[in-house]
């Protein structure tokens, strides 16, 4: 069973307003991923970090998202200026490390009124 | 560029009979395949995975079938059972890499 704990499990944001949503990883698991699972279930890798730092992100993370693990606290995804195409599912999972088991946690389900 | 693909989208199945679930994958560099079952609101849960050294691996009900050259995979779900209903998603990663995944396989087991 996973212990990948999210926050909030739903959020509802206005259009152009900032979201954030938090994740803590399981107890001694250095790389953090972040995905967004739309509608149709696609998912979307957005960045992952090991440790503090970032290790691959994505364009549209570098633009309007911003994320960040620091330690000692919750790693967090926000979203700057909210549009309704972010609706989504959003995941959280940790790991080891290479290619090992990614356990992801219960999701951010985010709704853009 | 979908590097994950899954087949069929949806599928039905009846009690005790034998799910099989169909994913290929494009990158050849690939190594680890994991498999995830998801339930609505939930996000989703290992459920069983394959290094690309092996061609079988098995876990209860659960087994992959991997075929490296072809690079196409399986996993069969043998004695479905109606809390096998589900959405199943074929993850392919390798190196420190962010897995990437397939579209899933919505599997409705018929008591």
């Known amino acids: 069973n996973s212990k990948v704990i999210q926050t909030p499990r739903y959020l509802v944001k206005g259009q152009g307003q900032k979201a954030k949503m938090r994740c803590i990883p399981e107890?001694?698991?250095?790389?953090v991923f972040w995905y967004q699972q739309n509608k149709n279930n696609e998912f979307k890798f957005l960045i992952n970090?090991?440790?503090?730092?970032?290790?691959?992100q994505i364009d549209m993370t570098e633009k309007r998202f911003s994320a960040e693990c620091p330690s000692n606290s919750p790693c967090s995804l926000e979203i700057q200026s909210s549009e309704a195409g972010d609706s989504a599912l959003y995941l959280c999972?940790?790991?080891?490390?290479?290619?090992?088991?990614?356990?992801f946690g219960k999701g951010t389900r985010l709704t853009v009124v | 560029q979908q590097q994950v693909r899954q087949s069929p989208q949806s599928l039905t199945v009846w009690e005790g009979e034998t799910a099989i679930l169909n994913c290929s994958y494009e990158?050849?560099?690939?190594?680890?395949f994991p498999w995830y079952q998801q339930f609505p609101g939930e996000g989703p849960a290992l459920l069983i995975a394959?290094?690309?050294?092996?061609d079988k691996k098995e876990d209860g009900r659960f087994t992959i079938f991997f075929n490296k050259r072809e690079k196409k995979l399986s996993l069969h779900i043998t004695d479905s059972q109606p809390g096998d209903s589900a959405t199943y998603f074929c993850?392919?990663?390798?190196?420190?890499?962010?897995?990437?995944f397939g579209a899933g396989t919505k599997l409705s087991v018929k008591p």
């Open positions: 999972a940790s790991s080891l490390g290479e290619n090992t088991e990614v356990f």
């Open positions: 107890k001694g698991h250095p790389v």
């Open positions: 970090f090991q440790n503090q730092e970032v290790l691959q």
């Open positions: 990158n050849s560099a690939f190594d680890y």
């Open positions: 394959i290094r690309s050294v092996s």
């Open positions: 993850a392919a990663s390798n190196n420190n890499n962010a897995p990437r």
